[in-house]
DNA sequence: CGATAGTTTGATATCCTTCAAAACCTGTGG
DNA sequence: CCACAGGTTTTGAAGGATATCAAACTATCG
Protein backbone atom coordinates (compact mmCIF):
# COMPACT_ATOMS: atom_id res chain seq x y z
CA UNK A 1 0.00 0.00 0.00
CA UNK A 2 2.92 2.03 1.19
CA UNK A 3 4.56 1.34 -1.97
CA UNK A 4 1.89 2.08 -4.19
CA UNK A 5 1.90 5.94 -2.97
CA UNK A 6 5.22 5.82 -4.47
CA UNK A 7 4.04 5.50 -7.51
CA UNK A 8 2.60 8.92 -7.46
CA UNK A 9 5.38 11.49 -8.58
CA UNK A 10 3.19 13.82 -6.14
CA UNK A 11 3.62 11.85 -3.17
CA UNK A 12 7.44 11.05 -4.45
CA UNK A 13 8.22 14.61 -5.11
CA UNK A 14 6.69 16.05 -1.77
CA UNK A 15 8.38 13.12 0.32
CA UNK A 16 11.10 14.12 -0.41
CA UNK A 17 10.73 17.46 1.31
CA UNK A 18 9.42 16.51 4.50
CA UNK A 19 7.52 13.67 6.25
CA UNK A 20 4.57 12.66 4.92
CA UNK A 21 1.82 10.38 6.87
CA UNK A 22 0.34 8.12 5.20
CA UNK A 23 -3.10 9.83 5.86
CA UNK A 24 -1.28 12.59 3.83
CA UNK A 25 -0.20 10.62 0.96
CA UNK A 26 -3.75 8.79 0.61
CA UNK A 27 -5.18 12.11 0.29
CA UNK A 28 -2.34 13.40 -2.34
CA UNK A 29 -3.09 9.63 -3.99
CA UNK A 30 -7.17 10.93 -3.94
CA UNK A 31 -6.14 14.37 -5.45
CA UNK A 32 -4.85 12.34 -8.51
CA UNK A 33 -7.43 10.07 -8.99
CA UNK A 34 -9.65 11.10 -12.05
CA UNK A 35 -7.76 11.93 -14.96
CA UNK A 36 -8.09 13.69 -18.73
CA UNK A 37 -5.49 13.29 -21.17
CA UNK A 38 -4.50 16.31 -23.24
CA UNK A 39 -2.93 16.68 -26.50
CA UNK A 40 0.76 17.96 -27.09
CA UNK A 41 0.52 21.49 -28.07
CA UNK A 42 -2.66 22.35 -26.39
CA UNK A 43 -3.17 25.57 -23.77
CA UNK A 44 -3.74 24.32 -20.06
CA UNK A 45 -4.04 27.80 -18.99
CA UNK A 46 -3.85 30.07 -21.62
CA UNK A 47 -2.53 34.30 -21.34
CA UNK A 48 -5.51 36.28 -19.44
CA UNK A 49 -7.21 33.33 -17.90
CA UNK A 50 -8.47 32.87 -14.57
CA UNK A 51 -8.38 29.74 -13.54
CA UNK A 52 -11.18 28.11 -10.93
CA UNK A 53 -8.86 25.25 -10.31
CA UNK A 54 -5.08 23.74 -9.92
CA UNK A 55 -3.71 21.36 -12.87
CA UNK A 56 -1.31 18.24 -11.68
CA UNK A 57 0.65 16.41 -13.68
CA UNK A 58 0.71 13.13 -13.88
CA UNK A 59 1.99 12.30 -16.95
CA UNK A 60 3.86 14.18 -19.83
CA UNK A 61 5.21 17.90 -19.57
CA UNK A 62 4.53 20.97 -19.38
CA UNK A 63 5.88 24.50 -19.55
CA UNK A 64 4.96 27.96 -18.54
CA UNK A 65 5.63 30.59 -21.08
CA UNK A 66 5.09 33.80 -22.96
CA UNK A 67 5.24 35.10 -26.18
CA UNK A 68 6.32 38.10 -27.59
CA UNK A 69 4.45 41.04 -29.91
CA UNK A 70 7.65 39.72 -32.48
CA UNK A 71 6.13 36.28 -32.07
CA UNK A 72 9.09 35.23 -30.23
CA UNK A 73 8.80 32.83 -27.02
CA UNK A 74 10.24 32.28 -23.89
CA UNK A 75 9.51 29.20 -22.01
CA UNK A 76 10.18 30.19 -18.38
CA UNK A 77 9.81 27.05 -16.33
CA UNK A 78 9.47 22.82 -17.18
CA UNK A 79 6.52 21.21 -15.18
CA UNK A 80 7.00 17.31 -15.07
CA UNK A 81 5.04 15.24 -13.39
CA UNK A 82 3.93 15.43 -9.94
CA UNK A 83 4.07 19.36 -10.51
CA UNK A 84 1.40 21.22 -10.00
CA UNK A 85 0.58 24.64 -11.95
CA UNK A 86 -0.05 27.70 -9.69
CA UNK A 87 -1.31 27.06 -6.06
CA UNK A 88 -1.49 30.62 -5.86
CA UNK A 89 -3.06 31.47 -8.63
CA UNK A 90 -6.32 32.22 -6.81
CA UNK A 91 -4.58 35.54 -5.85
CA UNK A 92 -4.31 37.46 -9.03
CA UNK A 93 -6.62 38.65 -11.46
CA UNK A 94 -5.20 36.77 -14.30
CA UNK A 95 -2.84 34.69 -15.58
CA UNK A 96 0.20 36.66 -16.79
CA UNK A 97 1.86 34.05 -19.07
CA UNK A 98 0.23 30.86 -20.41
CA UNK A 99 1.34 26.62 -19.43
CA UNK A 100 1.00 25.05 -22.52
CA UNK A 101 1.70 21.02 -23.14
CA UNK A 102 5.01 19.78 -24.00
CA UNK A 103 4.27 16.84 -24.64
CA UNK A 104 1.00 14.83 -24.76
CA UNK A 105 -0.22 14.62 -20.82
CA UNK A 106 -2.21 13.14 -18.45
CA UNK A 107 -3.62 15.63 -15.86
CA UNK A 108 -5.47 15.80 -12.68
CA UNK A 109 -7.97 19.51 -12.53
CA UNK A 110 -7.92 20.11 -8.87
CA UNK A 111 -11.03 22.44 -7.52
CA UNK A 112 -10.12 25.20 -5.46
CA UNK A 113 -12.73 23.96 -2.93
CA UNK A 114 -10.63 20.71 -2.65
CA UNK A 115 -7.56 22.43 -2.87
CA UNK A 116 -8.15 24.99 -0.49
CA UNK A 117 -9.87 21.79 2.05
CA UNK A 118 -6.08 19.83 1.76
CA UNK A 119 -4.54 22.98 2.58
CA UNK A 120 -6.48 23.23 6.12
CA UNK A 121 -6.76 19.84 6.95
CA UNK A 122 -3.17 18.67 5.97
CA UNK A 123 -0.89 21.39 7.35
CA UNK A 124 1.87 18.20 6.16
CA UNK A 125 0.66 18.55 3.01
CA UNK A 126 0.73 22.55 2.99
CA UNK A 127 4.04 22.75 4.21
CA UNK A 128 5.19 20.71 1.48
CA UNK A 129 3.69 22.38 -1.19
CA UNK A 130 5.24 25.56 0.30
CA UNK A 131 8.27 24.76 -0.03
CA UNK A 132 7.97 23.10 -3.60
CA UNK A 133 6.81 26.99 -4.30
CA UNK A 134 10.04 28.11 -3.24
CA UNK A 135 11.84 25.96 -4.86
CA UNK A 136 10.15 26.38 -7.96
CA UNK A 137 11.56 30.15 -7.42
CA UNK A 138 14.94 29.26 -6.86
CA UNK A 139 14.66 27.53 -10.01
CA UNK A 140 13.68 30.13 -11.79
CA UNK A 141 16.45 32.20 -10.75
CA UNK A 142 19.11 30.03 -11.40
CA UNK A 143 17.56 29.90 -15.13
CA UNK A 144 17.84 33.58 -14.99
CA UNK A 145 21.75 33.32 -13.94
CA UNK A 146 22.01 30.48 -16.68
CA UNK A 147 20.66 32.88 -19.75
CA UNK A 148 22.49 35.68 -18.17
CA UNK A 149 25.71 34.40 -17.78
CA UNK A 150 26.67 30.81 -19.51
CA UNK A 151 27.36 30.31 -23.14
CA UNK A 152 25.33 28.44 -24.59
CA UNK A 153 27.53 24.80 -24.00
CA UNK A 154 27.53 25.40 -20.40
CA UNK A 155 24.03 26.77 -20.02
CA UNK A 156 22.29 23.39 -21.89
CA UNK A 157 24.96 20.86 -19.64
CA UNK A 158 23.12 22.91 -16.68
CA UNK A 159 19.73 22.63 -17.83
CA UNK A 160 20.74 19.07 -18.82
CA UNK A 161 22.13 18.33 -15.18
CA UNK A 162 18.72 19.85 -13.66
CA UNK A 163 16.58 18.05 -15.34
CA UNK A 164 17.86 15.03 -14.70
CA UNK A 165 18.00 15.43 -10.67
CA UNK A 166 14.08 16.82 -10.87
CA UNK A 167 13.27 13.46 -12.86
CA UNK A 168 15.23 11.53 -10.50
CA UNK A 169 13.25 12.95 -7.64
CA UNK A 170 9.93 11.99 -9.13
CA UNK A 171 11.13 8.21 -9.88
CA UNK A 172 11.32 8.75 -13.60
CA UNK A 173 15.10 8.09 -14.28
CA UNK A 174 16.51 4.65 -15.72
CA UNK A 175 20.14 3.69 -16.05
CA UNK A 176 20.83 7.88 -16.05
CA UNK A 177 18.51 8.14 -19.00
CA UNK A 178 14.96 10.32 -19.04
CA UNK A 179 12.56 11.17 -21.35
CA UNK A 180 13.19 14.68 -22.58
CA UNK A 181 10.52 15.29 -24.57
CA UNK A 182 11.46 18.74 -26.35
CA UNK A 183 12.65 19.41 -29.85
CA UNK A 184 15.38 21.74 -30.32
CA UNK A 185 13.15 24.77 -31.30
CA UNK A 186 11.55 24.52 -27.43
CA UNK A 187 15.29 23.95 -26.07
CA UNK A 188 16.02 27.05 -27.71
CA UNK A 189 12.71 29.01 -26.93
CA UNK A 190 13.79 27.97 -23.24
CA UNK A 191 17.52 28.79 -23.21
CA UNK A 192 17.22 32.01 -25.36
CA UNK A 193 18.89 30.45 -28.28
CA UNK A 194 18.24 29.48 -31.84
CA UNK A 195 17.39 26.18 -33.00
CA UNK A 196 20.12 25.83 -35.33
CA UNK A 197 22.69 27.00 -32.43
CA UNK A 198 20.70 24.02 -29.95
CA UNK A 199 21.41 21.64 -32.51
CA UNK A 200 25.24 22.28 -33.03
CA UNK A 201 25.91 22.26 -29.18
CA UNK A 202 24.18 19.38 -29.20
CA UNK A 203 26.03 17.67 -31.70
CA UNK A 204 29.40 18.97 -30.17
CA UNK A 205 27.93 17.18 -26.42
CA UNK A 206 27.40 13.79 -28.83
CA UNK A 207 30.48 14.15 -30.39
CA UNK A 208 31.88 14.64 -26.77
CA UNK A 209 30.31 11.58 -25.81
CA UNK A 210 28.70 13.64 -23.19
CA UNK A 211 25.26 12.39 -24.08
CA UNK A 212 22.77 10.49 -26.23
CA UNK A 213 19.39 12.30 -27.44
CA UNK A 214 17.07 10.30 -29.55
CA UNK A 215 13.53 9.82 -29.62
CA UNK A 216 12.84 11.94 -27.04
CA UNK A 217 15.21 9.92 -24.74
CA UNK A 218 18.52 11.48 -22.59
CA UNK A 219 21.16 9.56 -21.71
CA UNK A 220 24.01 11.69 -19.49
CA UNK A 221 26.78 9.27 -19.55
CA UNK A 222 29.27 11.08 -17.24
CA UNK A 223 27.18 13.47 -14.66
CA UNK A 224 29.98 14.84 -12.91
CA UNK A 225 31.47 15.55 -16.11
CA UNK A 226 28.63 17.48 -17.33
CA UNK A 227 28.20 18.93 -13.85
CA UNK A 228 31.67 20.37 -13.48
CA UNK A 229 31.03 21.86 -17.58
CA UNK A 230 28.00 23.37 -16.14
CA UNK A 231 29.60 24.64 -12.86
CA UNK A 232 26.57 22.84 -11.86
CA UNK A 233 25.87 23.21 -8.13
CA UNK A 234 22.62 21.52 -7.07
CA UNK A 235 21.87 23.42 -3.97
CA UNK A 236 19.09 25.73 -5.13
CA UNK A 237 16.83 22.18 -5.94
CA UNK A 238 16.90 21.74 -1.86
CA UNK A 239 16.48 18.26 -2.27
CA UNK A 240 18.11 17.80 1.33
CA UNK A 241 15.06 16.07 3.25
CA UNK A 242 14.35 17.30 6.20
CA UNK A 243 12.87 16.41 9.11
CA UNK A 244 8.86 18.02 9.82
CA UNK A 245 8.78 21.31 11.20
CA UNK A 246 6.47 22.43 13.67
CA UNK A 247 4.78 25.47 13.17
CA UNK A 248 2.69 27.43 15.53
CA UNK A 249 -0.09 27.89 12.79
CA UNK A 250 0.71 24.99 9.88
CA UNK A 251 -1.77 26.89 7.51
CA UNK A 252 0.25 29.95 7.65
CA UNK A 253 3.07 28.99 4.82
CA UNK A 254 4.74 32.17 5.47
CA UNK A 255 5.86 30.49 8.75
CA UNK B 1 -2.27 60.87 10.30
CA UNK B 2 -3.23 58.95 7.37
CA UNK B 3 -0.79 61.11 5.40
CA UNK B 4 1.82 60.43 7.97
CA UNK B 5 1.60 56.79 6.36
CA UNK B 6 2.06 57.24 3.19
CA UNK B 7 5.28 58.79 3.64
CA UNK B 8 6.26 54.89 4.07
CA UNK B 9 6.86 52.95 1.43
CA UNK B 10 5.64 49.72 2.64
CA UNK B 11 2.71 51.10 3.18
CA UNK B 12 2.43 52.39 -0.30
CA UNK B 13 3.42 49.62 -1.70
CA UNK B 14 1.08 47.46 -0.28
CA UNK B 15 -1.81 50.08 0.19
CA UNK B 16 -1.36 49.74 -3.91
CA UNK B 17 -2.24 46.29 -3.93
CA UNK B 18 -5.18 46.10 -1.28
CA UNK B 19 -7.35 47.97 0.98
CA UNK B 20 -5.56 48.24 4.51
CA UNK B 21 -7.19 49.35 7.56
CA UNK B 22 -5.65 51.97 9.53
CA UNK B 23 -5.02 49.36 12.37
CA UNK B 24 -2.69 47.68 9.56
CA UNK B 25 -1.42 50.52 8.21
CA UNK B 26 -0.22 51.85 11.99
CA UNK B 27 1.52 48.00 12.02
CA UNK B 28 3.52 48.39 9.03
CA UNK B 29 4.74 51.52 10.76
CA UNK B 30 5.89 50.32 13.75
CA UNK B 31 7.28 47.58 12.03
CA UNK B 32 10.31 50.21 10.43
CA UNK B 33 10.40 52.16 13.95
CA UNK B 34 13.95 51.33 13.99
CA UNK B 35 16.03 50.93 11.52
CA UNK B 36 20.42 50.76 11.21
CA UNK B 37 22.07 52.09 8.27
CA UNK B 38 24.10 50.38 6.07
CA UNK B 39 26.86 51.08 3.15
CA UNK B 40 26.75 50.35 -0.33
CA UNK B 41 28.36 47.15 -1.68
CA UNK B 42 27.77 45.65 1.78
CA UNK B 43 25.93 42.01 2.29
CA UNK B 44 22.49 42.01 4.06
CA UNK B 45 22.42 38.40 3.85
CA UNK B 46 25.14 35.95 2.64
CA UNK B 47 24.69 32.77 0.25
CA UNK B 48 24.53 30.07 3.14
CA UNK B 49 22.81 32.35 5.97
CA UNK B 50 19.91 31.32 7.58
CA UNK B 51 17.99 34.55 8.49
CA UNK B 52 16.67 34.92 11.80
CA UNK B 53 14.81 37.96 10.53
CA UNK B 54 13.22 39.58 7.93
CA UNK B 55 14.67 42.52 6.26
CA UNK B 56 12.60 46.14 5.29
CA UNK B 57 14.22 48.15 2.90
CA UNK B 58 13.49 51.96 4.10
CA UNK B 59 15.69 53.96 1.98
CA UNK B 60 18.37 52.61 -0.92
CA UNK B 61 18.97 49.68 -3.19
CA UNK B 62 19.79 46.42 -2.41
CA UNK B 63 19.25 43.39 -5.07
CA UNK B 64 19.75 39.69 -5.26
CA UNK B 65 22.49 38.30 -6.73
CA UNK B 66 24.18 35.21 -7.38
CA UNK B 67 28.53 34.53 -7.99
CA UNK B 68 29.74 31.89 -10.50
CA UNK B 69 32.86 29.83 -10.05
CA UNK B 70 34.18 32.03 -12.45
CA UNK B 71 33.38 35.45 -10.86
CA UNK B 72 30.59 36.47 -13.47
CA UNK B 73 27.73 38.02 -11.53
CA UNK B 74 24.03 37.65 -11.96
CA UNK B 75 22.07 40.31 -10.26
CA UNK B 76 18.19 38.61 -10.06
CA UNK B 77 16.43 41.16 -8.78
CA UNK B 78 16.23 44.78 -7.35
CA UNK B 79 15.01 45.57 -3.62
CA UNK B 80 13.69 49.36 -3.41
CA UNK B 81 12.18 50.75 -0.90
CA UNK B 82 8.99 49.07 0.81
CA UNK B 83 10.49 45.51 -0.55
CA UNK B 84 10.69 42.96 1.87
CA UNK B 85 13.80 40.42 1.70
CA UNK B 86 12.26 37.04 2.30
CA UNK B 87 9.44 36.54 3.95
CA UNK B 88 10.13 33.60 3.56
CA UNK B 89 13.28 32.43 3.97
CA UNK B 90 12.24 31.11 7.53
CA UNK B 91 11.09 27.53 5.73
CA UNK B 92 14.48 26.62 3.72
CA UNK B 93 17.68 25.43 5.22
CA UNK B 94 19.69 28.37 3.90
CA UNK B 95 19.89 31.36 1.59
CA UNK B 96 21.11 29.44 -2.03
CA UNK B 97 21.99 33.14 -3.11
CA UNK B 98 22.91 36.47 -1.37
CA UNK B 99 21.03 40.15 -0.68
CA UNK B 100 23.98 42.47 -1.44
CA UNK B 101 23.35 46.51 -0.69
CA UNK B 102 23.56 48.63 -4.30
CA UNK B 103 23.41 51.60 -2.35
CA UNK B 104 24.00 53.20 1.11
CA UNK B 105 20.69 52.21 2.74
CA UNK B 106 18.55 52.35 5.68
CA UNK B 107 16.81 48.75 6.68
CA UNK B 108 14.71 47.84 9.29
CA UNK B 109 14.94 44.38 10.63
CA UNK B 110 11.86 42.47 12.02
CA UNK B 111 12.48 39.26 13.80
CA UNK B 112 10.84 36.11 13.02
CA UNK B 113 8.54 36.32 16.13
CA UNK B 114 7.37 40.04 15.24
CA UNK B 115 6.54 38.74 11.44
CA UNK B 116 4.83 35.72 12.41
CA UNK B 117 2.82 37.42 14.82
CA UNK B 118 1.68 40.39 12.45
CA UNK B 119 1.13 37.65 9.83
CA UNK B 120 -1.32 35.95 12.34
CA UNK B 121 -3.11 39.17 13.48
CA UNK B 122 -3.45 41.22 10.40
CA UNK B 123 -4.95 39.36 7.74
CA UNK B 124 -5.08 42.18 5.64
CA UNK B 125 -1.20 42.52 5.61
CA UNK B 126 -0.91 39.17 5.37
CA UNK B 127 -2.85 38.97 1.93
CA UNK B 128 -0.78 42.48 0.86
CA UNK B 129 2.24 40.55 1.46
CA UNK B 130 1.52 37.49 -0.24
CA UNK B 131 0.37 39.36 -3.28
CA UNK B 132 3.73 41.26 -2.98
CA UNK B 133 5.71 37.98 -3.48
CA UNK B 134 3.87 36.54 -6.44
CA UNK B 135 4.57 39.95 -8.31
CA UNK B 136 8.26 39.07 -7.40
CA UNK B 137 7.82 36.27 -9.00
CA UNK B 138 6.25 37.64 -11.71
CA UNK B 139 8.73 39.94 -12.28
CA UNK B 140 11.39 37.62 -11.80
CA UNK B 141 9.52 35.81 -14.86
CA UNK B 142 9.65 38.59 -16.71
CA UNK B 143 13.59 39.82 -16.26
CA UNK B 144 14.29 35.98 -18.17
CA UNK B 145 11.75 36.84 -20.68
CA UNK B 146 13.95 40.76 -21.12
CA UNK B 147 17.30 38.69 -20.85
CA UNK B 148 16.15 35.69 -23.13
CA UNK B 149 14.73 37.48 -26.13
CA UNK B 150 15.07 41.18 -26.43
CA UNK B 151 18.51 42.78 -27.58
CA UNK B 152 20.06 45.08 -25.33
CA UNK B 153 18.75 48.28 -26.13
CA UNK B 154 15.13 46.63 -25.97
CA UNK B 155 16.60 45.23 -22.36
CA UNK B 156 17.77 47.96 -21.39
CA UNK B 157 14.32 49.72 -22.07
CA UNK B 158 12.38 47.33 -20.59
CA UNK B 159 14.08 47.34 -17.46
CA UNK B 160 13.89 51.10 -17.27
CA UNK B 161 10.11 50.91 -17.56
CA UNK B 162 9.56 48.64 -14.93
CA UNK B 163 11.72 50.77 -12.74
CA UNK B 164 10.05 53.15 -13.27
CA UNK B 165 6.63 52.10 -12.51
CA UNK B 166 8.11 50.48 -9.47
CA UNK B 167 9.43 53.59 -8.07
CA UNK B 168 6.17 55.37 -8.79
CA UNK B 169 4.14 52.88 -7.30
CA UNK B 170 6.18 54.10 -3.60
CA UNK B 171 6.33 57.54 -4.18
CA UNK B 172 9.77 58.18 -5.89
CA UNK B 173 9.73 59.48 -9.14
CA UNK B 174 9.45 63.39 -9.52
CA UNK B 175 8.04 64.38 -12.67
CA UNK B 176 9.39 61.51 -14.75
CA UNK B 177 12.55 61.42 -12.98
CA UNK B 178 13.75 58.71 -10.38
CA UNK B 179 16.96 57.57 -8.13
CA UNK B 180 18.98 54.61 -9.97
CA UNK B 181 22.37 54.38 -8.42
CA UNK B 182 23.59 51.59 -10.18
CA UNK B 183 26.78 51.37 -11.99
CA UNK B 184 26.64 50.59 -15.95
CA UNK B 185 28.98 47.34 -14.53
CA UNK B 186 25.67 46.45 -12.66
CA UNK B 187 23.18 47.22 -14.99
CA UNK B 188 25.45 44.97 -16.99
CA UNK B 189 25.32 42.21 -14.48
CA UNK B 190 21.53 42.51 -14.15
CA UNK B 191 20.62 41.92 -17.89
CA UNK B 192 24.14 39.89 -18.92
CA UNK B 193 25.98 42.14 -20.85
CA UNK B 194 29.14 44.16 -20.43
CA UNK B 195 29.64 47.20 -19.12
CA UNK B 196 31.29 48.32 -22.01
CA UNK B 197 28.00 47.09 -24.02
CA UNK B 198 25.75 48.53 -21.44
CA UNK B 199 27.91 52.29 -22.10
CA UNK B 200 26.80 52.25 -25.46
CA UNK B 201 23.28 51.11 -25.13
CA UNK B 202 22.88 53.90 -22.69
CA UNK B 203 24.95 56.48 -25.17
CA UNK B 204 22.44 55.20 -28.13
CA UNK B 205 19.65 56.18 -26.03
CA UNK B 206 21.14 59.69 -25.09
CA UNK B 207 21.66 60.38 -28.18
CA UNK B 208 18.13 59.80 -29.58
CA UNK B 209 16.82 61.84 -26.45
CA UNK B 210 15.04 59.09 -24.42
CA UNK B 211 16.37 59.70 -21.16
CA UNK B 212 18.76 61.42 -19.18
CA UNK B 213 21.34 59.64 -16.79
CA UNK B 214 23.38 61.55 -14.97
CA UNK B 215 24.48 61.14 -10.66
CA UNK B 216 22.31 58.43 -10.44
CA UNK B 217 19.15 60.01 -11.30
CA UNK B 218 17.19 58.63 -14.03
CA UNK B 219 14.83 61.12 -16.15
CA UNK B 220 12.72 58.98 -19.01
CA UNK B 221 11.83 61.58 -21.43
CA UNK B 222 8.90 60.06 -22.91
CA UNK B 223 7.68 56.90 -21.76
CA UNK B 224 5.46 55.61 -23.98
CA UNK B 225 7.94 55.95 -26.39
CA UNK B 226 10.32 53.59 -24.38
CA UNK B 227 7.42 51.47 -23.61
CA UNK B 228 7.04 50.64 -27.27
CA UNK B 229 10.38 50.32 -27.74
CA UNK B 230 10.62 47.90 -24.74
CA UNK B 231 7.36 46.38 -25.83
CA UNK B 232 6.45 46.90 -22.26
CA UNK B 233 2.95 45.65 -21.18
CA UNK B 234 2.74 46.76 -17.26
CA UNK B 235 0.62 43.63 -16.64
CA UNK B 236 2.63 41.64 -14.94
CA UNK B 237 3.16 43.82 -12.24
CA UNK B 238 -0.51 43.69 -11.01
CA UNK B 239 -0.64 47.05 -10.34
CA UNK B 240 -4.36 47.03 -10.48
CA UNK B 241 -5.66 48.14 -6.58
CA UNK B 242 -8.44 45.29 -5.98
CA UNK B 243 -11.23 45.30 -3.16
CA UNK B 244 -10.32 43.60 0.05
CA UNK B 245 -10.65 39.65 -0.31
CA UNK B 246 -12.53 37.39 1.77
CA UNK B 247 -11.14 34.71 2.48
CA UNK B 248 -12.26 31.25 4.66
CA UNK B 249 -8.58 31.61 6.28
CA UNK B 250 -7.08 34.81 6.15
CA UNK B 251 -4.11 33.18 7.49
CA UNK B 252 -3.51 30.77 4.52
CA UNK B 253 -2.10 32.87 1.56
CA UNK B 254 -2.69 29.72 -0.73
CA UNK B 255 -6.21 30.86 -0.51
C1' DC C 1 45.22 67.55 -5.20
C1' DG C 2 46.02 62.90 -5.71
C1' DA C 3 43.63 58.38 -5.49
C1' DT C 4 40.12 55.55 -6.84
C1' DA C 5 36.03 54.18 -8.98
C1' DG C 6 33.34 54.80 -12.90
C1' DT C 7 32.71 56.04 -17.84
C1' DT C 8 34.01 56.40 -22.54
C1' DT C 9 36.51 55.11 -26.81
C1' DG C 10 38.61 52.12 -30.35
C1' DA C 11 40.09 47.89 -32.48
C1' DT C 12 39.46 43.17 -32.86
C1' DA C 13 37.58 38.54 -31.89
C1' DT C 14 33.74 35.36 -31.04
C1' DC C 15 29.51 33.62 -30.39
C1' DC C 16 25.34 33.26 -32.09
C1' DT C 17 21.85 34.41 -35.58
C1' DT C 18 19.87 34.38 -40.10
C1' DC C 19 18.56 32.36 -44.25
C1' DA C 20 18.02 28.62 -47.09
C1' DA C 21 18.16 24.13 -48.52
C1' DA C 22 18.79 19.20 -47.88
C1' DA C 23 18.20 15.09 -45.20
C1' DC C 24 15.71 12.61 -41.99
C1' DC C 25 11.69 10.85 -39.32
C1' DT C 26 7.18 9.34 -38.20
C1' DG C 27 2.77 8.53 -38.78
C1' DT C 28 -1.06 8.03 -42.05
C1' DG C 29 -3.78 6.65 -45.91
C1' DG C 30 -4.00 4.09 -49.86
C1' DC D 1 3.75 -2.36 -47.28
C1' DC D 2 4.69 1.70 -49.88
C1' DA D 3 4.48 6.57 -50.61
C1' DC D 4 3.81 10.78 -49.27
C1' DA D 5 3.24 14.93 -46.01
C1' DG D 6 4.60 17.54 -42.26
C1' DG D 7 7.44 18.38 -38.78
C1' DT D 8 12.14 18.05 -37.11
C1' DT D 9 17.06 17.81 -37.58
C1' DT D 10 21.17 18.80 -39.99
C1' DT D 11 24.39 21.43 -42.96
C1' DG D 12 26.61 25.56 -45.02
C1' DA D 13 27.70 30.34 -45.82
C1' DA D 14 27.51 34.95 -44.34
C1' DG D 15 26.24 38.78 -41.27
C1' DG D 16 25.37 41.00 -36.88
C1' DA D 17 25.37 41.64 -31.97
C1' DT D 18 28.01 41.49 -28.18
C1' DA D 19 32.40 40.38 -25.80
C1' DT D 20 37.23 41.29 -24.90
C1' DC D 21 41.16 43.99 -24.12
C1' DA D 22 43.44 48.07 -23.26
C1' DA D 23 43.88 52.74 -22.71
C1' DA D 24 42.22 57.48 -22.02
C1' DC D 25 39.18 60.29 -19.90
C1' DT D 26 36.19 62.08 -16.01
C1' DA D 27 34.04 62.36 -11.66
C1' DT D 28 34.16 62.25 -6.80
C1' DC D 29 35.86 62.43 -2.32
C1' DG D 30 38.92 62.57 1.53
Redesign the pocket.
Known amino acids: MKGAFMTNPLVRKLGSFTMLSDDDKARLNGLSRSTQRHKAGTDLIAQGDRPREVFLLIEGWACRYKVLPDGNRQIMAYLIPGDLCDIHVFILKAMDHAIGLLSDARVAAIPKRVMLDTLREHPGIAQALFWATLVDEAVLREWLVNIGQR???R?TAHLFCEMRLRMRQVGLTHDGAFSLP????QL?DTM????????????KMRAEGLISL??GVLTIHDPDRMAAIAGFDPNYLHLDRREPLQVSDPAAPFA
Do not use: M
Request: proline content about 0%; hydrophobic content about 25%.
Open positions: DAYRLTQEGGLTSVHVNRTLQQG
